[in-house]
């Protein structure tokens, strides 16, 4: 059984005639890692707030650890919230914030220390014991509102855009904080950002959003490798999946800037019934090598760099082709210059199709050894090479 599960719920704010949640379903097992994520207005934190009980739920049903909490009060749900301001007490100490609820429980004095010592030693919090919100940074601002909420001792947890008002270095080390938390305290966390970095690598699984309705549930990597539309392909993933609108030939596609593609047999049955589709591609499925291209030597192509992002441990590549402005992931040691001719391929298998008008996911290409063999082959660095061997090892034994 669930432990919390959503049945059609929906949300509407009066004198308004569009839903700002709609037949929104999820089932969350014990304490499973949930992210909602999608773009601001999607209605994600309005979610949370009905499962917090601060917002009414117009239509549906909500339960918790198998009780219907429609109508129960936000204080009896078994829950603790963290908000994107803190919404600490500034005249209060770090101490007297963490313990302030407890005090509002009547939680015994000996059992409020007990707690708000293990919270502060656990968060790290012990050097600025007695400072005041306005001496803390923002990074410790946060720990605090997080040591209010764990003392509770709830079983659900509640978190909303807690790292926006973080700097990226800060967001990072909260992100592993927060994961060693849900992981140390076995609790239920439902967790929503607008960043689908912290989706990636903090949830078990994600919930995308968009007007109000969920797009797609799934893990994290589900969603990079199987999006069922092209909004879910565009929002998962960094850099963004390339897009281009083409037109199908039988076993061609043809781009709007006059460049083609054969299609495999497999490829072409899928689209046999569509005249004009969306092409997508993720930066890292676009293959720069000269020296290797003759594999797929029929659809290599060709185009002029933009521009480069060196990233440290991989390149940015941008360039304009199909119409589109595109970019290419490639390792660090595959550098071209701004103005420079390269050529390049579509990984056939890594090729995603939707359909022009509903923008569906027509067909979803799984990583077939066919791939890992070109990757292999044409790999140029060693220890890339020695990795997909790794990888390619671990997928033949499981």
């Known amino acids: 059984m669930s432990f919390i599960e959503l049945k059609n719920v929906c949300k509407q704010y009066a004198n308004t005639n569009k839903k700002a949640v709609t037949d929104f379903n999820l089932k969350i097992d014990e304490k499973e890692f949930i992210a909602f994520v999608g773009p601001s207005g999607c209605g994600k934190s309005t979610t949370l ?15 918790i650890d198998g009780k219907k909490m429609n109508e129960v009060a936000p204080r009896d749900r078994g829950i603790s919230m963290v908000f994107q301001n803190y919404a600490l007490y500034p005249h209060m100490t770090v101490e ?18 007990r707690k708000v010592d293990w919270a502060i030693e656990i968060l790290g919090l012990s050097e600025y014991r007695y400072r005041k919100p306005k001496n803390l940074s923002g990074g410790q601002r946060q720990r ?3 040591g209010r909420a764990i003392v ?5 947890f509640l978190m909303d855009e807690p790292l926006s008002n973080l700097d990226a270095k800060l967001r990072v080390s909260m992100r592993n904080e927060i994961s060693k938390l849900h992981r140390n305290l076995g609790s239920t966390t439902i967790y929503v950002t607008h960043d689908q970095v912290e989706a990636m690598t903090m949830a078990d699984r994600i919930v995308i959003m968009k007007d109000g309705i969920v797009q797609q549930i799934g893990k994290p990597m589900e969603l990079y490798e199987y999006p069922v539309n092209k909004f879910v392909a565009g929002f998962i993933g ?3 999946m390339n897009f281009y609108n083409v037109k199908v030939d039988g076993n061609k596609i043809s781009f709007t800037d006059g460049n083609s593609m054969v299609l495999n047999d497999e490829m072409a049955d899928k689209l046999r019934n569509y005249k004009e589709v969306i092409l997508g591609i993720r930066g890292e499925d676009i293959k720069f090598d000269p020296q290797n291209l003759d594999i797929f030597k029929e659809n290599k192509q060709r185009a002029v760099i933009d521009n480069t992002e060196i990233m440290g441990n991989e390149n940015n590549l941008y360039f304009e082709f199909g119409g589109s402005s595109s970019v290419a992931r490639v390792s660090k ?6 103005g420079e001719e390269i050529e390049f391929v579509f990984v056939p298998h890594r090729m995603h199709f939707f359909d ?43």
């Open 152 to 156: 509770k001792d709830q079983k659900v």
């Open 356 to 398: 022009k008008v509903t923008e569906d996911a027509i067909t979803l290409w799984e990583s077939s050894k066919a791939d890992w063999e070109y990757l292999l082959d044409n790999s140029r660095n060693e220890v890339f090479m020695d990795k997909l061997k790794k990888a390619n090892d671990y997928i033949e034994k499981n």
């Open 96 to 113: 007297k914030n963490i313990s302030y609820g407890l005090k509002n429980m009547k939680v015994p004095a000996d059992e409020i220390k």
């Open 49 to 63: 707030r009905m499962i917090a009980g601060f917002e009414d739920i117009t239509s549906g049903e909500l339960y």
């Open 144 to 146: 605090v509102a997080l």
């Open 333 to 338: 040691y595959e550098v071209s210059d701004v």
């Open 238 to 240: 960094s850099p963004q």
